[in-house]
């Protein structure tokens, strides 16, 4: 069976036209026979469900909340992808074109920085899950590379990205970089307020 639809826009059509991404399509040496390709709607099932596992695996597991946001992300693709914001990537088998892993770049909006790298849309990779029979063979080494080589073709100067426990090595051994990020964790309000930002005056 064969496993790459081709499409005109596909990801290694526009990197070989670039004289770019030589090995895309053909099996990877290092990954075994696996083929990266850019998902097209009849991959959003499986987009679906890789979403999930990945955050059951990295620990979220109830049930209700995960049908909910199956449900939101779904909604979610569908929207960024008609607006072009969001590119979606699969790791094929090549043999049987068994979905073995998938990821995806979303195009945030980014702020003005100075400088010649200031661009307005930043990538931002997500979702990030191989099956896992086909780990430790590469198959998400394949993806990271293969969206860091389309962040290249088109323009951008950096993606960033969040990374579980397990994902960690495989973006460092790719360059990626802890950054100085910094984040607060809100807790929702307990019961509905007008909001207060100057202190209470005490009599
Ligand atoms: C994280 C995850 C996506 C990695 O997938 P994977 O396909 O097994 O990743 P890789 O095979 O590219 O790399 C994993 C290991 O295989 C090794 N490996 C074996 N053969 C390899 C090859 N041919 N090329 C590259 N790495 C290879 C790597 O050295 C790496 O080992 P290390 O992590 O101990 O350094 C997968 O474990 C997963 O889905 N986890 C659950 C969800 C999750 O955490 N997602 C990440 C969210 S940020």
């Known amino acids: 069976m064969r496993s790459t639809p081709r499409r005109r826009s596909s990801l290694s059509d526009r990197l070989a036209s670039r004289g770019q991404g030589k090995g895309l399509r053909r099996p990877s040496r290092s990954a075994g026979r696996v083929i990266v390709r850019e998902a097209t709607a009849r991959d959003l099932p499986v987009l679906v469900v890789h979403r999930?596992?990945?955050?059951?695996?990295?620990?979220?597991?109830?049930?209700?909340?995960?049908?909910a946001h199956d449900r939101r992300y779904r909604r979610w693709f569908a929207t960024e992808r008609a607006a072009d914001r969001l590119r979606a990537f699969v790791a094929v088998d090549a043999g049987d074109g068994?979905?073995?892993?998938s990821g995806a770049l979303w195009l945030t909006p980014s702020q003005p920085r100075p400088g010649p790298r200031s661009r307005d849309a930043a990538p931002y990779l997500l979702s990030m899950f191989t099956e896992p029979s086909a780990r430790g063979r590469g198959v998400a080494s394949h993806?990271?590379?293969?969206?860091v080589a389309w962040s290249r073709v088109h323009g951008f100067l950096r993606i960033t990205l969040h990374a579980s426990k397990m994902g960690r090595s495989v973006y460092e051994r790719l360059g990626f970089v802890s950054t100085n990020e910094m984040r607060l964790e809100l807790r929702a309000p307990r019961r509905r307020q007008g909001l207060r930002t100057t202190a209470r005056r005490r009599h």
């Open 143 to 147: 993806l990271v590379r293969a969206m």
């Open 52 to 67: 999930r596992r990945m955050w059951r695996a990295i620990g979220r597991r109830n049930r209700a909340e995960l049908d």
């Open 98 to 101: 068994r979905v073995l892993g």
